[in-house]
Nanobody
Framework: QVQLVESGGGLVQPGGSLRLSCAAS????????MYWYRQAPGNERELVAT????????NYADSVKGRFTISRDNTKSILFLQINNIKPDDTAVYYC??????WGQGTQVTVSS
């Protein structure tokens, strides 16, 4: 069965960096578009980054452009999200999603001094 397992979240100070990972299994990872979403308390889940199957295509929400970088390692079936210059508004649960419409359980990112 398809499994997506996020990791790498935690407490970070404003201006810091964090790298989230999503380990995928149960499907041909290299064949599918992958996504990172986030959901802050009281807000709807929002799409923050998209990556094509080979990694050549990427797209970002305006709110994270220039600070977030989505990437993937198809040899290990892992999706990444590098977050730089992190802001308090980035506080949320971050989820990976596959184009097979499966979700991970999420990883909490909290930005606070």
């Amino acid at each position: 069965q398809v499994q997506l397992v996020e990791s790498g979240g935690g407490l970070v100070q404003p201006g810091g960096s964090l790298r989230l990972s999503c380990a995928a299994s149960g499907f041909t990872f290299s064949s599918y578009v992958m996504y990172w979403y986030r959901q802050a308390p009281g807000n709807e889940r929002e799409l923050v980054a998209t990556i094509g199957p080979t990694g050549r295509f990427t797209n970002y929400a305006d709110s994270v452009k220039g600070r977030f970088t989505i990437s993937r390692d198809n040899t290990k079936s892992i999706l990444f999200l590098q977050i730089n210059n992190i802001k308090p508004d980035d506080t949320a649960v971050y989820y990976c999603k596959s184009a097979t419409n499966h979700w991970g359980q999420g990883t909490q990112v909290t930005v606070s001094s």
